[in-house]
Antibody, heavy 120, light 106 residues
Framework: QVTLRESGPALVKPTQTLTLTCTFS??????????VSWIRQPPGKALEWLAR???????YYNTSLRTRLTISKDTSKNQVVLTMTNLDPVDTATYYC????????????WGQGTVVTVSS | IVMTQSPATLSVSPGERATLSCRAS??????LAWYQQKPGQAPRLLIY???TRATGIPARFSGSGSGTEFTLTISSLQSEDFAVYYC??????????FGQGTKVEI
């Protein structure tokens, strides 16, 4: 069974750095053609793709947020980590990680999401 | 690529057919997915490759289209189908862009 679970702080102050961890099971990011993305959703709004890391360690970022994002993986722990710098209240959202099989390109399994509020 | 969904809200009675549209600002070939999201839940993949149902998705969900025009059809709405539906292109990335969603309500 494939599962993903996001973890991280629920409340972050403006200008601080956010670190989110996606812990997954049921697949490998080291040998299979799998990818993991981070996607966020502000309250009542649409989904926004943030970043992706592939099994071969290729990394891709939303160009509008590129300077603030870093994605990495720890294959020994089955984790993908996203850091976002210089947080602003507009970054308040539910943050999801999702698996993407490279062979079909859609997000087939999602975590339950973690709510992050940016406020002083 | 900008994905535009219509209508924003679709009011349908149980048992009726629902047709949701998604338009891409440029061709995405058949690299389009549809997701269903219920309140407080993560999105769930329904359709990928424009017309292939994901594992476990009922046959009443069908997708069609290619290029810039796509349709998600729910043949006979069940109570559990009332939700928000998003389309997403993965042809030209980054970024992999989503539409703004269509809410299907009773």
């Amino acid at each position: 069974q494939v599962t993903l679970r996001e973890s991280g702080p629920a409340l972050v102050k403006p200008t601080q750095t956010l670190t989110l961890t996606c812990t997954f099971s049921g697949f490998s990011l080291s040998t299979s053609e799998m990818c993991v993305s981070w996607i966020r959703q502000p309250p009542g709004k649409a989904l926004e793709w943030l970043a992706r890391i592939d099994w071969d360690d290729d990394k891709y970022y939303n160009t509008s947020l590129r300077t603030r994002l870093t994605i990495s993986k720890d294959t020994s722990k089955n984790q993908v980590v996203l850091t976002m710098t210089n947080l602003d209240p507009v970054d308040t959202a539910t943050y999801y990680c999702a698996r993407m099989p490279h062979y079909h390109g859609a997000f087939d399994i999602w975590g339950q999401g973690t709510v992050v509020t940016v406020s002083s | 690529i900008v994905m535009t969904q219509s209508p924003a809200t679709l009011s349908v009675s149980p048992g009726e057919r629902a047709t949701l549209s998604c338009r891409a600002s440029q061709s995405v070939s058949n690299n389009l997915a549809w997701y269903q999201q219920k309140p407080g839940q993560a999105p769930r993949l329904l359709i990928y490759g424009a017309s292939t149902r994901a594992t476990g998705i009922p046959a009443r969900f069908s997708g069609s289209g290619s290029g810039t025009e796509f349709t998600l059809t729910i043949s006979s709405l069940q109570s559990e189908d009332f939700a928000v539906y998003y389309c997403q292109q993965y042809n030209n990335w980054p970024p992999e862009t989503f539409g703004q969603g269509t809410k299907v309500e009773i």
